[in-house]
């Protein structure tokens, strides 16, 4: 596993994912002929309930106490493009997210179970899952979905979107994942 590891690290740092700004790439693969393993980084602040939305659509405006709304593309998620049918295996390598500055760093796999404040939001479902944790939604569903730290899946669309479970407020969010995909032979 220690060998993977180190592999996965130098990939991503080769492929020029060394950190997460609005200029570098959000998605890499390790060739020019975008073949191979699939590499992302998710930030923190990454809202499946944004995903596919235009520029200005918010996120959990009601919620109370006056906490500032997200907003796309801000707090948008990061997707990967994947083969409709294929399996694919993915791993967490390095990273951990918290939702404030004085709250502990989780791991893709969180920490305690949350349910998305805002219920079903643009047109996206609830979901319960551990706060901080990896997770995903397909295009063309409304389900988001938990990932944690590695699995395994079959790409249900072409597109899978990937962000961190929060309760609200991703803005104030902090770290990121980084996450590789390798389709199984």
């Not at 992302?40 to 006056?66: E, F, M």
């Not at 079903?120 to 397909?138: K, Q, R, T, Y």
Request: with cysteine; charged share 15%.
């Amino acid at each position: 596993m220690k060998k993977v590891m180190i592999g996965f690290v130098v990939g991503m740092v080769i492929a020029g994912c060394t950190q997460m700004s609005p200029t570098s790439p959000s998605v890499v693969r390790n060739s020019e002929s975008q073949t191979g393993p699939i590499g992302t980084y998710v930030p923190g602040t990454a809202s499946l309930w944004l995903a596919g939305q235009s520029d200005g659509t918010r996120a959990n405006p009601q919620v109370p106490g006056g906490y500032p709304v997200d907003v796309a593309p801000d707090q948008s998620p990061v997707y990967v493009t994947l083969e409709v049918g294929k399996v694919y295996t993915y791993l967490v390598g390095f990273g951990c997210v918290k939702n404030g500055p004085e709250l502990p760093c989780s791991d893709a796999n969180g920490s305690y179970l949350v349910p998305h404040s805002g219920g079903d939001e643009n047109g996206i479902l609830n979901l319960v899952a551990p706060l901080n944790s990896l997770i995903g939604l397909f295009r063309g569903s409304n389900q988001p979905f938990f990932l944690g730290m590695s699995g395994e899946l079959v790409a249900k669309s072409d597109r899978l979107w990937l962000g961190t479970m929060d309760g609200f407020e991703w803005n104030n969010n902090s770290g990121q994942f980084a996450v590789k995909f390798y389709e199984k032979e």
